[in-house]
């Protein structure tokens, strides 16, 4: 998995700050998240092909989180993409584009297809043999979720020469690889714990912007590999999160703390801050593993 940042702050664009937007790389998918003002030239700055988005998440219809969305369809369209687009975001996100499109007359030649959230409890969105994606209903001004996508559980590995040992026909390797027990070419039941060996195990990433503190989400991303946690501002600002509905770097790292995942990464920062280190060393009086988010940074995991 491979996660870039193309911004992870809040309210406007600055001349060095982007509102959010990020690609998940996962088993040959990009999944774009969020597509605030400035995606396009991040996208473009950090080299991701635009053919390879196929599927859009939106959190929330604040500017600051879907801005960007409308160009990056219309450049789309002038790039004559012929592939599907699938939208994932609230109701009325469909209206919003379309009647931009409609107005303008630029109706895309690419089917372009929405599915709009309305539901208050984590759904399944999307499925394909090696990923599922389901929405985390946050708590913020305006209806909003964010996104667990997770990796199915991995196939189990051969032990090449176990295999070869026990004089198994190559057409078992599959049932093996899904945890089945064989018979040999002997007509001898092989046993599969005997022959194979446990999967990697599957990761998982949870995105959660914008939101309050929200504990009914700890169940929906327990024990995710990484966290993505808003945290627009730091403790001593606590005052604004109720009259927002945002969240503090400590209030991240207790739900990292309590939600039991390897890493946080700390994002969506107010622009009222000069840095971010303070957000670190805040987070980790609570919870050690975590990273700071930042324009055009890479994770991998
Ligand atoms: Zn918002």
Redesign the pocket.
């Known amino acids: 998995m491979k996660l870039t940042i193309l911004g992870c702050h ?1 309210a406007t664009p600055r001349t060095n700050t982007n509102p959010t937007s990020q690609v998940l790389e996962i088993k040959n998918h990009m999944f774009l998240i969020d597509c605030g003002e400035g995606t396009q030239v991040e996208l473009r700055r950090n080299k991701i092909k635009f053919s390879r988005i196929k599927h859009i998440f939106i959190s ?1 219809l ?1 500017g ?2 879907y801005f960007g969305l409308i160009g990056l369809v219309s450049t789309f369209r002038l790039l004559t993409r012929e592939t599907e687009l699938h939208i994932y975001g609230p109701k009325g996100i469909k209206e919003v584009i379309t009647l931009q499109l409609k107005l303008s007359d630029s109706w895309t030649n690419f089917p372009l297809i929405f599915h709009e959230l309305t539901s208050k409890e984590s759904e399944l969105i999307f499925e394909d043999d090696k990923v599922e994606v389901y929405t985390i209903p946050l708590k ?3 209806y ?1 979720n964010g996104f667990l996508f997770k990796e199915k559980e991995n196939e189990r590995k051969l032990d090449i020469n176990a295999v070869l040992n026990a004089n198994i026909d190559k057409a078992y390797y599959r049932k093996l690889k899904q945890g089945a027990d064989v018979i040999n070419e002997d007509g001898k039941l092989i046993k599969n714990i005997s022959v194979t060996q446990d999967p990697i195990p599957s990761k998982s990433y949870a995105y959660c912007s ?1 939101t309050v503190y929200h504990e009914p989400i700890i169940p929906i991303i327990k024990n995710a590999t990484i966290l993505y946690h808003e945290s627009t501002f730091l403790d001593k600002n606590e005052s604004l999160c109720e009259r927002t509905k945002h969240s503090t770097a400590r209030q991240a790292a207790i739900m990292a703390k309590k939600a039991n995942v390897k890493t946080l990464i700390l994002g969506h920062f107010s622009t009222r801050y000069n840095g971010y280190d303070e957000f670190k060393s805040e987070a980790q009086k609570e919870f050690e593993n975590v990273l700071l988010a930042q324009d055009g940074k890479c994770f991998e995991f």
Do not use: C, Q, V
């Open positions: 809040s929330h604040h600051d989180h913020h001004r305006i909003t914008d």
